[in-house]
């Protein structure tokens, strides 16, 4: 029995000393996978078919930046009712949210706050996704409001006033580009700042666009819309690089309306829409970028506009856009 506990401190040594090699060894090959995850992830970051006079990778992997996000939309229609001609504008409320993102050689993670949401001051929903690279990038954006205010008029008669929770509104935007000389230009350097352009260059862009809305006015006047739009066109993108701290973007990519399937009934009156050429969506986008050193600041736009009818009948005209502030460091 002696010997028997005298062996015994020597086996859990060993048995502890085994249990030790074992996790060493385990977590040796976690590391080393990780190591090799790290590795492909970062050549296959680093590959790229552009030249390398015009646009380069930044040299670091990890990306933190800030965003204060401001959206807004407007929809208005002009037209017969009834024999007369009316208008209606209707603005929404600005929506303002604040969101946080860090980036591992091009994969985001993000969380966005909308502090008017939190404080039951704003019930609207909005859905904005979008993806740029040298080639190709969309922009989706979906909104659900009911926070429009705005008015109705019919020929001279008084101007109603129309306040918010009268019109209801669900819209589907998806605007599309393919860049030709995506080699010297780049969209992301301006957008999402996973490139950075060395050199001024622009380029011709292929356009496609999609439009869904639905919208609807209960007060003394009632009216329906619903439209469906598709649009295949042509623009140009530049980035202006003054000096190395400087970018400035600016493009055009204005769509042709292929396809249109729209109605609109006001107060159980059907209204005719009548094709008048041009009918377009048009996609603007905007950026001024500042850097120094790790860190970047500036500022993005997208503005989206579409009008579709004739006015001597019914024109609709729908606009939306969304500003953003960026502030971001790379390490």
């Not at 859990?12 to 996978?33: R, T």
Request: with cysteine; proline share 3%.
């Amino acid at each position: 029995m002696k010997r028997l506990s005298l062996v015994q401190p020597f086996v859990v040594i060993i048995v502890l000393f085994c249990f030790f090699f074992a996790d060493e060894v385990k977590g040796q090959k976690i590391l080393h996978m990780i190591k090799r995850t790290d590795s492909l992830m970062t050549a296959r970051y680093r590959r790229s078919n552009i030249d390398t006079a015009y646009i380069i990778r930044p040299n670091t992997k990890w990306t933190l930046k800030g965003l204060f996000n401001v959206s807004g939309a407007q929809l208005e229609m002009e037209g017969m009712q009834m024999g007369k001609p009316f208008r209606s504008k209707m603005d929404a409320a600005y929506k303002k949210t604040f969101s946080m993102g860090v980036s591992y050689l091009g994969l985001t993670l993000s969380f966005a706050l909308n502090p008017a949401k939190l404080l039951g001051k704003y019930n609207d929903f909005e859905l904005n996704l979008n993806s740029y690279s040298n080639r190709w990038g969309f922009d989706i954006i979906y909104q659900d409001a009911h926070n429009f205010t705005g008015w109705h008029e019919v020929g001279r008669e008084s101007r109603i006033d129309l306040p918010a929770h009268v019109l209801t509104l669900q819209s589907l935007n998806v605007n599309a580009y393919y860049a030709f000389n995506n080699r010297h230009f780049s969209y992301p350097a301006a957008f999402s700042q996973t490139y950075i352009q060395k050199r001024s260059a622009g380029s011709f862009l292929l356009g496609f666009s999609l439009q869904g809305l639905q919208a609807e006015t209960k007060n003394i006047y009632e009216s329906e819309l619903e439209v469906a739009n598709i649009g295949i066109g042509a623009g140009y993108g530049y980035n202006w690089v003054p000096n190395r701290r400087w970018l400035l973007h600016i493009s055009s990519l204005p769509t042709f309306i292929v396809s249109s399937n729209t109605s609109l009934t006001n107060n159980e009156e059907s209204i005719p829409l009548d094709y008048h050429f041009p009918e377009v969506i048009v996609t603007v986008r905007g950026a001024i970028i500042r850097q120094i050193g790790k860190m970047f600041t500036g500022l993005t736009m997208v503005y989206n506009y579409s009008n579709i009818g004739y006015r001597d009948h019914l024109a609709v005209y729908n606009m939306k856009w969304r500003t953003r502030l960026i502030f971001g460091y790379r390490f």
